[in-house]
């Protein structure tokens, strides 16, 4: 059995493909988030926990958390992925939306910027997005992120790229060091 898990919740496949590509890089476990109640999580070393981002939130975080009982603790990783391209402000958001303020100091968290895939998404989901980028395209004196999500949100697209996941591996791959060198 692989010492990694990554749980994963993902509605309009940019998380599952993440996660794909996580697993062509490195040995690991992979369960759906629905499933994660039939796994026994003593055995792993890191879980990693990948979802959406929807309205400023990790898709499935709350019901995660009640799995691991304790975000700040070094055997948890947690990613996201977001139509947004990379950006500190963008990061420290998720962060204050997502995670306690313990948590946001100690979580390992990495954020993955994907697409919209409006086919995909659910109706209600689709309506507010197309409603929130016209609010965006009318307003007068955007900010920079405003301005780059108003764009990032009109279509579908897809900004998904393998070389996104190297932070992580490269910090998978040390702590795996770190921890073969400690026993």
């Not at 940019?14 to 629905?34: A, G, P, Q």
């Not at 499933?35 to 026994?40: A, F, I, M, P």
Request: hydrophobic share 40%; proline share 2%; net charge neutral.
């Amino acid at each position: 059995m692989a010492s990694i898990l990554i749980v994963y919740q993902s509605r309009t496949g940019f998380t599952e493909k993440y996660v794909n590509w996580i697993k062509e890089s490195i040995t690991c476990d992979i369960v759906r988030l629905d499933q994660l109640s039939q796994v026994d999580l003593e055995p792993y070393t890191k879980i990693i926990y990948g979802a959406g981002i929807h309205a400023g939130h990790i898709q499935g975080l709350k019901t995660f958390k009640k799995h691991v009982l304790n975000l700040v603790d070094d055997k948890i990783v947690i990613f996201a992925t977001g139509a947004a391209p990379y950006d500190e402000k963008i990061v420290t958001a998720i962060k204050q939306n997502n995670f306690l303020e313990n948590e946001r100091q100690a979580v390992v968290f990495f954020y993955f910027q994907s697409g919209l895939n409006y086919e995909k998404m659910p109706f209600f989901d689709k309506l507010v997005m197309k409603t929130f980028s016209k609010v965006l395209a009318l307003k007068k004196n955007k900010s920079e992120i405003e301005d780059g999500t108003s764009q990032a949100i009109t279509q579908s697209h897809d900004h998904s790229k393998r070389e996104y996941i190297v932070p992580l591996i490269d910090y998978l791959n040390q702590s795996q060091t770190n921890t073969s060198m400690s026993t």
